[in-house]
Nanobody, 127 residues
């Protein structure tokens, strides 16, 4: 049974930092491209970042580029999202996702290309 479990969410003030983590089980972790998405209240889910199977390639949404870093630890079966300089508009539920298909940049923001999803973790940024 595949499980993706996010942790690390919370409430911070604008300008602060959070580090989200996603632990994967039930899959051969190194076979999957991993991504982070988020969904704010009343809005559609949107892509945040993705990382290749090897961890050597990353891709970010323009809205977070320069403030967010995605990384993965194959030995621990985890993928992390370091978020700095947080803004109120970053407030959302953040989801971890895994896709078996290749790291193709135009496809990475398409949530239907991901095979597995976590339950999400809430991030709230106050001004």
């Amino acid at each position: 049974q595949v499980q993706l479990v996010e942790s690390g969410g919370g409430s911070v003030q604008a300008g602060g930092s959070l580090r989200l983590s996603c632990a994967a089980s039930g899959v051969t972790f190194s076979n999957y491209v991993m991504g982070w998405f988020r969904q704010a209240p009343g809005k559609e889910r949107e892509f945040v970042a993705a990382i290749s199977r090897s961890g050597t390639r990353t891709h970010y949404a323009d809205s977070v580029k320069g403030r967010v870093t995605i990384s993965r630890d194959v030995a621990k079966n985890t993928v992390e999202l370091q978020m700095n300089s947080l803004k109120p508009e970053d407030t959302a539920v953040y989801y971890c996702a895994a896709r078996y298909t290749a790291f193709v940049v135009p496809d990475l923001p398409v949530d239907s290309t991901y095979n597995y999803w976590g339950q999400g973790t809430q991030v709230t940024v106050s001004s």
